[in-house]
T-cell receptor
Framework: DTEVTQTPKHLVMGMTNKKSLKCEQH?????MYWYKQKAKKPPELMFV???????INESVPSRFSPECPNSSLLNLHLHALQPEDSALYLC?????????????FGEGSWLTVV | KQEVTQIPAALSVPEGENLVLNCSFT??????LQWFRQDPGKGLTSLLL?????REQTSGRLNASLDKSSGRSTLYIAASQPGDSATYLC????????????FGSGTQLTVLP
């Protein structure tokens, strides 16, 4: 099973809402990632969790708040977003960060901020 | 800073043709290179991973090569099919990038029936 599951697939939220994106993997991977992808652009790294600890935060605004409750789950909490935050949010995982491991991506969550 | 370039940005071929997608990177100090496929509105599917010590990897009709010294990789697709239509992204993990992926902008492939 090489599956990373993301929910919801689509989310529409207002600028004052609080919502969360969820990601789950059961491959025993110890590194999990959030990426943001705008139309016709490559994915951009947002956060890296390594062994359930935040190891990289690519200067992402605080209105995005990641959380890793356990080694299988990764959440992205959203609050007071802007319309320009509308994008495809991709979760990924690998056995451990970097080096020789294949990185597996989920199907993504489409976020629209109105 | 590592930069990854993919040429062409878009490619249209008739069904059955063999084709090559190109990827180049500026810093040859990489751990590995990974090719992904992305269908419209979907996530990324890993196709092939080549370690820095390897020259090529094969999976079915796909063959990826790596020439680290020249900073180039190619993805060869044999006997293309309409179902191969997608955007193909290459990404490298560099020794100087905190071991994270640097993506190219992708090649959008259309295989015409």
């Amino acid at each position: 099973d090489t599956e990373v599951t993301q929910t919801p697939k689509h989310l529409v939220m207002g600028m004052t809402n609080k919502k969360s994106l969820k990601c789950e993997q059961h491959m025993g991977h110890r590194a999990m990632y959030w990426y943001k992808q705008k139309a016709k652009k490559p994915p951009e790294l947002m956060f890296v969790y390594s062994y359930e600890k935040l190891s990289i935060n690519e200067s992402v605004p605080s209105r995005f708040s990641p959380e890793c409750p356990n080694s299988s789950l990764l959440n992205l909490h959203l609050h007071a977003l802007q319309p320009e935050d509308s994008a495809l949010y991709l979760c990924a995982s690998s056995q451990r960060p970097g080096t020789g491991n294949t990185i597996y991506f989920g199907e993504g969550s489409w976020l629209t901020v109105v | 800073k590592q930069e990854v370039t993919q040429i062409p940005a878009a490619l249209s071929v008739p069904e059955g043709e063999n084709l090559v997608l190109n990827c180049s990177f500026t810093d040859s100090a990489i751990y590995n290179l990974q090719w992904f496929r992305q269908d419209p509105g979907k996530g990324l599917t890993s196709l092939l991973l080549i370690q820095s010590s390897q020259r090529e990897q094969t999976s079915g009709r796909l063959n990826a090569s790596l020439d680290k010294s020249s900073g180039r990789s190619t993805l060869y697709i044999a006997a293309s099919q309409p179902g191969d239509s997608a955007t193909y992204l290459c990404a490298v993990i560099s020794r100087g990038s905190a071991r994270q992926l640097t993506f190219g902008s992708g090649t959008q492939l259309t295989v015409l029936p």
